[in-house]
C-alpha cells in the first residue's frame, strides 16, 4: 500500500493509521436506504486525500456508490485499540495509467486476467470527515492509561482521539 505525503498533520495521522490497519469495511446505502459493508484492501492514499481500492464494475457496491456517493470506511485495529472513521464521497473510474501504478499480484485472485479484465475499475474515496480514536501503543501505558482513569476519572492517558475536516 502507498501513502503519499499529506498537505497537513491532520492528515498524515489519518494516513498512518490507514497504513497500520490497511483494510477497511466499506459501507455504502442501498435503493431502498439500508447499509451494506464489506472488506477493502486500501491500495493508496494519495497526497490529495483520497483512498483507493480496486473492485469489480459489476458489484453492488460499484452500483451503490454510483447512485448514493456518501460512503463511511472503517478502519481497526482492536489489539493496539485504534479505530478510525472515514466519511467521504466515492468515485467510480476506471484510470488505465492509475490501475497499472496500483496493480499489486495480491490483486490478481480477484481479477485473474490482470490490468485487461474488462471487470476491474477503481473506487476512489475522498474524505470529507474523519474520526479517530487512538491509544498508546505499548501496552503498559494503555494499562496504566485505564488505571489512572477508574482511580482519578482523567482520561488523558487512554490516548487520542479526534475530528478531521477534510
Not at 2 to 19: N, R
Not at 63 to 69: D, G, L, S, V, Y
Not at 103 to 128: A, E, H
Amino acid at each position: 500500500m502507498q501513502i503519499e505525503t499529506q498537505k497537513d498533520a491532520a492528515l498524515e495521522k489519518v494516513g498512518s493509521m490507514i497504513d497500520a490497519a490497511r483494510f477497511a469495511m466499506l459501507t455504502t446505502v442501498d435503493v431502498d436506504g439500508s447499509l451494506h459493508s464489506r472488506p477493502m484492501a486500501t491500495m493508496q492514499m494519495d497526497g490529495e486525500g483520497c483512498l483507493w481500492f480496486f473492485t469489480s464494475a459489476s458489484s453492488l457496491k460499484v452500483a451503490e456508490a454510483q447512485r448514493e456517493h456518501h460512503v463511511n470506511l472503517c478502519y481497526t485495529r482492536p489489539d493496539k485499540q485504534d479505530y478510525l472513521s472515514i466519511s467521504g464521497t466515492a468515485e467510480v473510474m476506471r484510470d488505465e495509467a492509475k490501475m497499472e501504478t496500483l496493480w499489486t499480484p495480491w490483486v490478481k485472485p480477484w481479477f485473474p486476467k490482470g490490468l485487461s479484465d474488462p471487470d476491474l475499475t477503481l473506487l476512489k474515496v475522498k474524505i470529507g470527515r474523519a474520526d479517530y480514536w487512538d491509544a498508546p501503543n505499548n501496552v503498559f501505558e494503555r494499562m496504566y492509561g485505564l488505571a489512572k482513569a477508574i482511580t482519578t476519572g482523567n482520561k488523558d492517558a487512554l490516548g487520542d482521539s479526534g475530528t478531521i475536516q477534510a
